[in-house]
């Protein structure tokens, strides 16, 4: 794999975080899926996926609190995504590159929609577990962090900073425990790791861009474009489980 590829690559999946406050592994996965096996690019993805969502983790007012609230559902995302791992790495093959079409695609239909789904406090006990264990699941199978924890969490009553700590408490303990997986499943190896290094400074770059111009350029015009995007790379892996 050409190092200019995945350098631009994760230059514009870290920009695409730092204007939106996620999106890093979505981008990377899309992208780089089109080009390698999934369990390769999500073994690629996972330090600069750590080291930017512990930054964003990191920079909300109280993440104990947020942790103490959210922890159920941050089991469920360990368990599942532990769990789901063995599809990602071994057999699932071309099925594993449609089913991560498959969450792309849904992930850019609920982002155009809008959809909104408010979770009343009465039922986040029970909830929060069950949102975490599908997401492990869709994680250890497609590498996507997504789906359905960012619906989720946007339903919950959270206040704009806290939402962002949310989604960065969210995706750090998903590529914790798809690190987990792989290793378990023998498919992250040395190589792996120097290739995830060498990720790391574009994607910091690519953020540190994105949050200098997220003033400067319509939210709601640049969120539209990258769900279409996403919806285009979305069809086009999901094509080749049938081509």
Same mark, same amino acid.
């Given at each position: 794999?050409?190092?200019?590829?995945? $350098?631009?690559?994760?230059?514009?999946? $870290?920009?695409?975080?730092?204007?939106?406050?996620?999106?890093? #592994?979505?981008?990377?996965?899309?992208?780089?899926?089109?080009?390698?096996?999934?369990?390769?690019? +999500?073994?690629? !993805?996972?330090?600069?996926?750590?080291?930017?969502?512990?930054? =964003?983790?990191?920079?909300?007012?109280?993440?104990?609190? %947020?942790?103490?609230?959210?922890? #159920?559902?941050?089991?469920?995302?360990?368990? $599942?995504?532990?769990?789901?791992?063995? @599809?990602?790495?071994?057999?699932?093959?071309?099925? +594993?590159?449609?089913? %991560?079409?498959?969450?792309?695609?849904?992930?850019?239909?609920?982002?155009?929609?809008?959809?909104? !789904?408010?979770?009343?406090?009465?039922?986040?006990?029970? %909830?929060?577990?069950?949102?975490?264990?599908?997401?492990?699941?869709?994680?250890?199978?497609?590498?996507?962090?997504?789906?359905?924890?960012? #619906?989720? %969490?946007?339903?919950?009553?959270?206040?704009?900073? *806290?939402?962002? =700590?949310?989604?960065?408490?969210?995706?750090?303990?998903?590529?914790?425990?798809? +690190?987990?997986?792989? +290793?378990? *499943?023998?498919?992250?190896?040395?190589?792996?790791?120097?290739?995830?290094?060498?990720?790391?400074?574009?994607? !910091?770059?690519?953020?540190?861009? $994105?949050?200098?111009? &997220?003033?400067?350029?319509?939210?709601?015009? @640049?969120? &539209?474009?990258?769900?279409?995007? !996403?919806?285009?790379?979305?069809?086009?892996?999901?094509?080749?489980?049938?081509?």
């Amino acid at each position: 794999m050409n190092a200019g590829v995945i $350098g631009a690559t994760f230059v514009v999946a $870290g920009f695409v975080k730092g204007v939106t406050g996620m999106g890093l #592994p979505t981008v990377a996965m899309g992208v780089l899926g089109t080009l390698m096996l999934p369990a390769q690019a +999500a073994a690629m !993805l996972l330090v600069p996926s750590f080291v930017t969502n512990v930054w =964003q983790l990191f920079a909300g007012p109280d993440v104990r609190a %947020l942790s103490r609230r959210l922890w #159920p559902m941050m089991a469920g995302i360990t368990a $599942g995504t532990v769990a789901a791992a063995s @599809f990602i790495a071994g057999g699932g093959g071309v099925w +594993a590159v449609a089913g %991560l079409g498959a969450a792309l695609m849904l992930y850019a239909a609920a982002g155009l929609l809008a959809w909104h !789904l408010p979770v009343p406090a009465r039922h986040e006990r029970w %909830l929060s577990p069950v949102i975490g264990a599908v997401t492990g699941v869709v994680t250890g199978g497609t590498g996507v962090f997504v789906v359905p924890a960012v #619906p989720y %969490l946007q339903g919950l009553a959270l206040q704009k900073e *806290e939402l962002v =700590q949310a989604l960065g408490l969210s995706f750090t303990v998903s590529t914790i425990a798809l +690190a987990i997986g792989l +290793a378990r *499943e023998h498919a992250f190896a040395i190589d792996d790791l120097r290739a995830s290094l060498f990720a790391v400074v574009p994607a !910091l770059v690519g953020m540190w861009i $994105g949050q200098r111009v &997220r003033g400067c350029i319509s939210g709601i015009t @640049f969120r &539209r474009c990258f769900f279409v995007c !996403l919806l285009a790379l979305g069809v086009e892996l999901s094509a080749r489980a049938f081509v």
